[in-house]
């Protein structure tokens, strides 16, 4: 079936460090893909999107590109802050029945 | 624009107790999602919602779980009875036809004692 990985925190950066949180995902026909990021005490909140092969979305510096031919759409940051501190979930949503599928959830911790 | 509204925010309940949250999706959206998110772990769909009609309810506990999305808005989820393992938080989103985003409401965190 359908499903999302996403890697396993925590990840642990100093501020201004590069992030990459890596995502795969196997889905039939042509999902849409977002990423979606918790705050303590907070609901989700969409970050970013992609609907289709190579579409870039980006959002609050962060950037992520929908690569069909490697099933990834992998969430980059050029420089994280102290704020970006949370939950990020990969998640798709298939184009076949409308279903939408989270990974596990990766915590990224950043340092002052 | 106001987002997904849910209710309560917290509920602490003893085992055995039948519980009910409530979720007004965000105006228009027809799709409907109830998710249960585990400790750690990223939501899982219980069930959907196309208007008032539940088009996927595979992962729901039929046991004990039940929903309904009465004239296609508002929505209800219960548990009867609510045992230790549904402590969790019970997550609604909504999200127009097609291929878009979802939109979370902040969630009802259950704890049964």
């Known amino acids: 079936g359908d499903s999302v990985t996403q890697m396993e925190g925590p990840v642990t950066l100093s501020e201004e460090a590069f992030l990459t949180i890596n995502c795969t995902y196997t889905?039939?026909?042509?999902?849409?893909l977002f990423w979606y990021v918790q705050y303590p005490g907070e609901g989700l909140q969409l970050l970013l999107k992609a609907t289709k092969a190579d579409d870039k979305g980006s959002n609050k510096g962060f950037e992520a590109t929908y690569r069909k031919e490697t099933t990834s759409f992998h969430l980059e940051k050029g420089s994280v802050q102290v704020s970006d501190s949370a939950v990020y979930f990969c998640a798709l949503r298939t184009s076949i029945d409308d279903k939408i599928i989270f990974g596990k959830g990766t915590r990224l911790h950043i340092l002052p | 624009e106001a987002g997904v509204v849910q209710s309560p925010r917290y509920k602490i309940i003893e085992k055995k107790q039948p519980v009910a949250f409530w979720c007004n999706p965000i105006s228009g959206h027809n799709t409907l999602y109830w998710y249960l998110q585990n400790l750690g772990q990223g939501p899982e769909l219980l069930i959907r919602?196309?208007?008032?009609?539940?088009?996927?309810d595979s992962q729901l506990p039929k046991d004990r779980f039940s929903a309904e999305r009465l004239k296609g808005v508002d929505s209800t989820l219960k548990i009867q009875p609510a045992e230790l393992g549904d402590s969790a938080v019970y997550l609604c989103a909504s999200s127009l036809e097609g291929n878009t985003e979802a939109f979370f409401g902040q969630g009802t965190r259950l704890t049964v004692v």
């Open positions: 919602y196309e208007n008032e009609e539940a088009v996927d």
């Open positions: 889905a039939t026909g042509y999902p849409s």
